[in-house]
């Protein structure tokens, strides 16, 4: 990807987490949106949403999806996975996976309703401000 795009990206990035304290730094960012399998989508208006995710072999990794906090629940996730439905259609991939924090109670919900189930658990994955937290590994598959 070339850098104006990234920079382009990490813009949105930031537009969309004005308010959140866990952000990838610019050089982060820029060193893993160097390598090819990794691709993101903004919503379209750019401040209001994006999802980050890599292709691995057949599958298809979500590794960020989020909403600007002054546009949720107004189906802005909703769209993005979609997006990345459709894709996964097109390139014949068998499989999308993620992680999400078993206490993120809205995103599950999101994921069930899109059709991912939980495949397995995945113990103090994250750090929190009171400790640690599991995450869930949730998958859809495609025939
Ligand atoms: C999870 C998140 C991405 C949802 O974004 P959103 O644009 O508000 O989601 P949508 O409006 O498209 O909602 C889709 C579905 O998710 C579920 N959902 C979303 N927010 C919810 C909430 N606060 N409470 C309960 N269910 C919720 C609902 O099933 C909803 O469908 P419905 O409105 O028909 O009931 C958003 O809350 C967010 O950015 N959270 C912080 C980052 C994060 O947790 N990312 C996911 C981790 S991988």
Redesign the pocket.
Known sequence: MQKNTIKKIYKNYLLVNENEYDKWSKEFFSSFFSRENVFFFSSKIPSE?YLIARKISDEYE?L????NKK????????ELLRVLLIKAKKNKIKKIF?E?SKN????I??YK?FGFYKTGNRKNYYKTITGFADAYVMAKLFD
């Not at 993120?104 to 995103?107: E, K, L, S, V, Y």
Request: hydrophobic share 45%; no cysteine.
């Open positions: 949403g979500i960020s999806l989020a909403t546009y949720r629940r107004k189906g802005v996730a909703s993620l999400v993120n109670f809205p995103a919900k999101m309703k």
